[in-house]
């Protein structure tokens, strides 16, 4: 029977009940074999008050700090506020927005798996939700990241073009250059800033997620000259606050440097 490794610091690893639903969701995940609609994950009342949590605090955090075209694709792609989305029916809009379809996975799996999916226009999606102990951040995605990060973003034909060039290039990539292309991701379509109006915005799924981390990226991390080769060569966390962004022209200037440069691995 398939059970969810926590690391140690998780701050969920002590609580048992946390764990136990952890592995149920996961379960599901594991059995769907990519036909017919996704199954439905049995969220309880607790797990619906997190993301109600989330929800309520993020909402001011995105008038305040997300880039004006981010907040427009939010706009455009609603999320409910009371409870968690399942997978199947938020799919079945993203789909018919760009031809993005969703698949859950059980947790994090590794950059070249995740990346090629994109080329399939298959974003892979956790289901489970973060600890309530720690609402407004997570070590790794959960459904909050996937759907409010990633799901409204993606809904727009242009970012779910760039999303296939990254899983194109992945496909064909060795394994220098694969790391490579899965640090240019984070520092875009995960955690990437732009210029918006002589500011400073967000616009990467880790940011839209996190009460805790948009606010800082903005107003408080160390800020990036845009360079796509140099952030080629950047390393990351992906269980930490971040230390270091790049801040990009804007969205438009991100999307067509970004594709430029994944060019010398697909086309």
């Avoid at 797990?47 to 929800?55: D, K, L, S």
């Avoid at 107003?219 to 962004?245: C, F, G, M």
């Amino acid at each position: 029977m398939f059970h969810v490794d926590l690391v140690p610091d998780h701050p969920g690893f002590h609580d048992r009940s946390y764990r136990d639903r952890r592995d149920q969701i996961a379960r599901i995940a594991e059995a769907y074999t990519g036909d017919g609609p996704i199954p439905a994950a049995p969220y309880s009342a607790a797990e619906h008050a997190v993301w109600r949590t989330v929800m309520t605090a993020l909402a001011p955090q995105h008038r305040r700090f997300a880039a004006r075209e981010v907040q427009t694709m939010l706009a455009r792609f609603p999320l409910p506020t009371g409870h968690i989305p399942q997978l199947s029916p938020v799919s079945s809009r993203l789909c018919a927005a760009s031809g993005i379809r969703l698949r859950p996975v059980a947790g994090l799996v590794g950059a070249r798996e995740f990346l090629a999916a994109l080329a399939a226009d298959t974003f892979l999606a956790t289901q489970y939700i973060r600890h309530a102990s720690r609402p407004w951040y997570t070590p790794e995605p959960d459904v909050i990241h996937e759907l409010v990060g990633h799901a409204a973003t993606l809904a727009d034909p242009r970012i779910a073009a760039l999303s296939r060039h990254f899983g194109r290039a992945a496909l064909r990539a060795t394994d220098d250059e694969l790391a490579a292309i899965e640090r240019v991701y984070w520092f875009t379509l995960e955690f990437g800033l732009v210029r918006d109006g002589g500011e400073i915005k967000a616009f990467g799924a880790g940011l839209l997620s996190s009460v805790e981390e948009i606010e800082r990226a903005v107003t408080r991390t160390e800020h990036a000259a845009w360079d796509p080769a140099a952030i080629a060569e950047t390393d990351y966390s992906p269980a930490d606050l971040q230390p270091l962004l790049f801040v990009a022209p804007g969205i438009e200037a991100m999307l067509r440097d970004t594709s430029a440069w994944l060019g010398r691995f697909a086309p």
